[in-house]
């Protein structure tokens, strides 16, 4: 068996067994007993199932591996003709407890957008006609406001409240159309233990971190590290470190 995909929408994880896919759903309570084994290349899924792939690169190898080039517009498109012509939002997100970024999405999904990057506040500050416009305001936007915030800085936050003062400061700058305060019902009072490990009760899921509980420690797992892991039923032996709440 091996970790193949992760949804963060779900959340869950995909889990590939001789071609076929199972879904594993990551809803608060659930308990995970996997073991990881080596890590390769995930292969590919389709509607016919899974193909392997042996490579060493992980996730995924040079030829599995899909690069979503729209992450890299800047306004002038990369593809060989532009697709996307449907109204965009523009958007600022905030992670606990102070780190702000600008993004774009269609605007049909930036509640789903924003769900999906584990944000803890959004703001919806413009709609304009297409992915062109809305990436060019972007790029003028991130020479002040970062437009990409790595998974361990999130982590950083995950017990932490938004700095109310230096959100409400960032977005009066806005005209904002919208706003969203979200709760991904985690109620942490530590920061968690930086882990890869697919053992444990979920406690919940916020972006690509999956929150879990394991014999009195919390650990935040980056999704994207159990994929290409080779895994076997069963909860883990390998000893963990603990969090300091272990010890109370």
Known sequence: MQFVAY???GPGLYLASD???EYVALDPGTD????????HCAGVTTDDGHAACGNDAAPYCRDH????VCAKCTGTCLKDEMDCHDPHAVYLAAFAPDVFKVGVTKEWRLETRLREQGADRGAHVRTVANGRIAREIES???EDISDRIRVPTKRDGLHLAVDDDAWESLIAEFDVLDRYDFDYGLHLDARPVAETVA?????????????LDRAGST???DLRDL??????AGATTRDLQSSLGAWG
């Open 65 to 68: 591996r899909s690069t979503w």
């Open 19 to 21: 071609g076929d896919v």
């Open 227 to 232: 994929v290409g892991h080779e895994v076997t």
């Open 7 to 9: 949804d963060t929408s």
């Open 219 to 221: 650990y935040a797992v």
């Open 32 to 39: 995970l007993a996997y073991t990881l084994g080596e890590r």
């Open 199 to 211: 053992t444990g009760t979920v406690r919940g899921v916020k972006g690509r971190l999956l929150v």
């Open 140 to 142: 003028g936007l991130a």
